[in-house]
């Protein structure tokens, strides 16, 4: 055998095992991925079945219907929805490999999730003055837990898209960045979901209940 043939063939049996382990990497952190949403989601069924148990425990405080302001709830919820929707747009970009686009529309996902994220903080701050705080009653306990439960999480969804802005402009769209925002797409998705739910079981039932 020649030189040039063995270094031909050392050169493809390099591509195919650094490939195989690729896709194993690959395939593992997809799956590791995925047991993690599905233990986010049992976390936030206990939640919720939580606050379905002490929904009506109002220790002679305010009910929903005296607190909650559906306008601005409804408004919050548009934000979280049509962050998805860019979401989608920058998937759309990933596949299409264009860098600049991507990185433009996750940009637009990450203001309307700070919009929602204000949002919320202003109502908190509004409940709060007026004496609905945590510690008024076990309907209002679950409420804040489940509530900044998922304030928290889509905090860390912004974090993760604030890192997902620098490593592209560093790196590109290469296979690790786009796993990553595979994985991103899924965890913000799944929060669109559970506020759907937030919104439906807690602020619609809690006003017309």
């Not at 206990?46 to 709830?73: I, M």
């Not at 919820?77 to 962050?83: D, E, G, N």
């Not at 998805?84 to 860098?99: C, K, L, P, Q």
């Not at 560093?170 to 925002?181: Q, V």
Request: with cysteine; net charge negative.
């Amino acid at each position: 055998m020649t030189r040039d043939a063995t270094t031909a063939e050392n050169a493809e049996l390099t591509y195919y095992e650094t490939g195989e382990d690729h896709v194993h990497a690959g395939g593992s952190t997809m799956l590791g991925f995925w047991i993690y949403l599905m233990s986010d989601a049992l976390i936030f069924a206990t939640l919720f079945a939580t606050y379905g148990v002490l929904s009506t425990s109002y220790a002679g405080g305010p009910a929903p219907r005296q607190l909650f302001e559906l306008p601005l709830v409804a408004l919050n919820t548009a934000m979280l929805l049509i962050s998805s929707i860019t979401y989608g747009m920058a998937s759309i970009a990933m596949d299409e490999n264009r860098v600049g686009a991507t990185r433009g529309w996750l940009a637009v996902t990450a203001l309307f999730g700070l919009a929602f994220l204000s949002i919320e903080l202003y109502e908190f701050g509004n409940l709060i003055r007026e004496g609905a705080t945590p510690q008024a009653s076990a309907f209002l306990s679950a409420f804040f837990t489940l509530v900044a439960t998922h304030g928290l999480h889509v905090s860390f969804g912004l974090i993760w898209i604030a890192v997902m802005l620098v490593q592209i402009g560093k790196r590109g769209l290469n296979e690790d960045n786009k796993r990553r925002l595979m994985c991103l797409g899924m965890f913000w998705h799944l929060l669109d979901v559970v506020w759907i739910g937030v919104f439906t079981f807690v602020y619609l039932l809690g006003v017309l209940r």
